[in-house]
Each structure stands twice: as structure tokens, then as C-alpha cells.
């Protein structure tokens, strides 16, 4: 009997060991309220670093034991049912205590382990300018043996977004005067430098992206620094005419942990002050300076009838009259580039060709292709 008592004590004190030393591990964490969309999209592009702003603390009871963190950032768009994941990240094994997100770099802060971004989700989100649809944020905690305790999970939603950087000047559809242009723009937390693109849209059928895209822009990727306005005549690569219309775009570069990411604003357009050409003065001021041209060349056949490069241009050069003086083809179907490929504008083209009827002894040659 004494010896079935004693095992029986035996038993039950190895259990309660075992109790004891299989204590489950908690986390718990604390989203800082309201939160600021700006600090928010920040914290997206560079989670893991001592500059993020603080949104919030992660708490693990009990302290002081080593321990191993996993967490994880997923996004769900707006209208959109389904999770993705933005990043994910794992620590180094560290003693548990209490912590904020800005900890894992610090000088004696939590060291990040592995970590991982899907870079199209990110440039996905950062080009909506300020955070849209549902984050969840989820974070876990394992034992030294990577045995799961617990985890603890936060969504936040912004379900009416609007720009994190803003264009304030100009404001969409402006007229402004060639001297006195202002581009100004809201600040954002966390970036470094900003960079202005502008261009100019060549007709009403292009898109303000397709006219941001093309080729020899007005001002390219103009490094401003970190101020948050400018004189846009004094970035321009190239000077502007009176009635053109110009697309802008700001973009902010923040430092994230595996390099440079940005954050857009809208695109917005704005007109310069002056005579804009119109199809049909343009194709009327074209085709008398073709005609000028052509009958040169016809002179020149004149003097030379068997130079053949000549009459071949005569001819086709009579054929694209033709065509315009038959409505085949209209100005808005020309396209007129430079040497170089560059498209240039109706008012450049228009400024060429007053300087040429203006100065007749400066054409000395004509070349013209068909596409």
C-alpha cells in the first residue's frame, strides 16, 4: 500500500512538472488608434526599420523567455474577397517582453531573421497613394523549439481612400500664365526625396498615363529633395508653349528593407496660357508649307528633270496633298517627329513652320517618310 501511495505521489508530482514547464506562451497586441493613413502606408514600405512610425506594440507574458516571433501583413482590396499577402518576416530568438514595431532594428532591438515582400502587391498598394481596402496583421509566437503558442491578429480598414500625396498647386484643369507656375504637394512621413515627372499631352485622345509615359518628357524624374514645393520653370528640361496642356505626377522615395520604394499622387493636368492650334488652322498652315516645299522641288526639277530622288518626292509629296485636300487624312493623323524619334506638339510645329516661311533661305532639304 505504502509503495502504491508513493508511486501514485510520484505521478502526480511529474505531472505538475510537466504543468509547469509546458506553460503556454501569450502574445497580445495593441494597434494604436486612430490611426494616421499616412503613418500607416510609411509602415507598409519598411516595417523592420528604427524610422517606421510607431502604429503599434506587440506584449508576450511571460517575459523573459526565449522565444521566437513570426508575423505577416495581408491585404485585401476593395470589392475584392480574398486575402493576399503583402510580407511576411520571422525574428532571431530573443527573451520575451514588450516591444513596438520600431524595435527590430534598434541599436538593442530584435533582430529580423528572415523576411519577405511581394514587391507587385507593394508597388500595387503604394501607387493607390493612401492605404485602401483591409490590412490584416497577424502576429505569432513560438517557443526556442518552434512550437506554436499563441498569435494575435488586427484588421484595419480604409474603405474611403484618398491620396497620401496630394497635389495642392496646380489644381486639375488650371490655366496659368508660362511664368508663374507653382507645384506644391502635401508632405508624407518617412520620405527622403521627392521627384517630379511632367509632359505634354498631344491630343485629347491620349491618357494623361500614356502622355506621363512618352518618351522626352518636359521635366524627367526631377530630383527636389525633400521640399514639398517648386518653381516648375526652374526643372523644366525644356521650355513650354502657350496652349499646350501638361500632365504632372510627384512621387515620394522612402527607404524600405530592400531598397527604394515610392509612393505616387494623382496625375493631374493643367493648360498654359496662349492660342492653342486647332486641327484645322494646323493642317491649313501644313499644307501651305508643304505646298512652299513642293513647289521647290519642283524648281529644282526644273533645273535637274532627270534627278530622280526629286521627282519621287514630288510625287509623294503630291500624293499626301492630294490625300489632305480629299479629307483621307486629317492633321489629328499626322505625326511629326524629330531626328531623334521625339513626337513634337502642334505649337512647336507651328513655331517651325512660321520660322521657315519667315526664313525661306534656310531650307535647304526636305526629307519625308511614310509609316
Excluded: C
Excluded at 139 to 163: C, G, K, R, W
Excluded at 294 to 321: A, C, F, M, V
Amino acid at each position: 500500500m505504502k509503495n502504491k501511495l508513493l508511486n501514485f505521489l510520484v505521478i502526480v508530482f511529474v505531472f505538475a512538472g510537466l504543468n509547469i514547464s509546458a506553460q503556454q506562451i501569450a502574445i497580445n497586441m495593441n494597434v494604436f488608434k486612430p490611426l494616421p493613413e499616412v503613418s500607416f502606408a510609411a509602415f507598409l514600405t519598411n516595417p523592420f526599420l528604427e524610422s517606421t512610425p510607431r502604429i503599434l506594440q506587440v506584449s508576450i507574458v511571460p517575459q523573459n523567455v526565449k522565444v521566437i516571433v513570426r508575423g505577416s501583413i495581408l491585404w485585401k482590396k476593395l470589392n475584392e474577397n480574398s486575402f493576399e499577402e503583402l510580407l511576411n518576416f520571422t525574428t532571431k530568438p530573443f527573451l520575451s517582453r514588450n516591444f513596438y514595431n520600431d524595435d527590430f532594428s534598434s541599436f538593442d532591438g530584435i533582430g529580423i531573421d528572415d523576411n519577405n515582400v511581394s514587391d507587385n502587391l507593394l508597388q500595387d498598394n503604394l501607387k493607390k497613394g493612401k492605404p485602401t481596402g483591409t490590412y490584416r496583421i497577424i502576429i505569432e509566437v513560438y517557443d526556442s523549439n518552434m512550437v506554436f503558442q499563441s498569435s494575435a491578429t488586427e484588421d484595419l480598414e480604409f474603405t474611403n481612400p484618398t491620396q497620401t500625396l496630394t497635389i495642392i498647386q496646380p489644381e486639375a484643369n488650371d490655366e496659368l500664365d508660362l511664368g508663374g507656375i507653382l507645384l506644391s504637394w502635401t508632405g508624407v512621413s518617412g520620405v527622403t526625396d521627392y521627384y517630379v515627372r511632367a509632359n505634354v499631352r498631344l491630343s485629347k485622345f491620349e491618357s494623361f498615363e500614356e502622355a506621363l509615359k512618352r518618351g522626352n518628357p518636359i521635366i524627367n524624374d526631377k530630383n527636389v529633395g525633400p521640399n514639398t514645393s517648386v518653381n516648375f520653370r526652374n526643372i523644366l528640361d525644356r521650355e513650354l508653349i502657350g496652349g499646350e496642356e501638361i500632365i504632372v505626377q510627384v512621387k515620394g522615395a522612402i527607404e524600405g528593407p530592400g531598397g527604394q520604394d515610392f509612393v505616387y499622387s494623382e496625375l493631374i493636368n493643367f493648360n498654359i496660357k496662349g492660342n492653342k492650334v486647332s486641327s484645322d488652322d494646323g493642317a491649313k498652315k501644313f499644307t501651305s508649307t508643304i505646298e512652299l516645299f513642293s513647289n521647290e522641288i519642283k524648281k529644282q526639277l526644273n533645273e535637274n528633270p532627270s534627278g530622280q530622288e526629286e521627282k519621287d518626292l514630288s510625287e509623294r509629296l503630291q500624293d499626301l496633298l492630294t490625300k489632305i485636300a480629299n479629307g483621307e487624312i486629317t492633321f489629328d493623323d499626322l505625326t511629326i517627329t524629330t531626328d531623334g524619334g521625339r513626337e513634337i506638339t502642334y505649337q512647336e510645329f507651328q513655331q517651325i513652320l512660321d520660322y521657315l516661311r519667315n526664313n525661306p533661305e534656310l531650307f535647304t532639304n526636305l526629307h519625308f517618310e511614310e509609316k
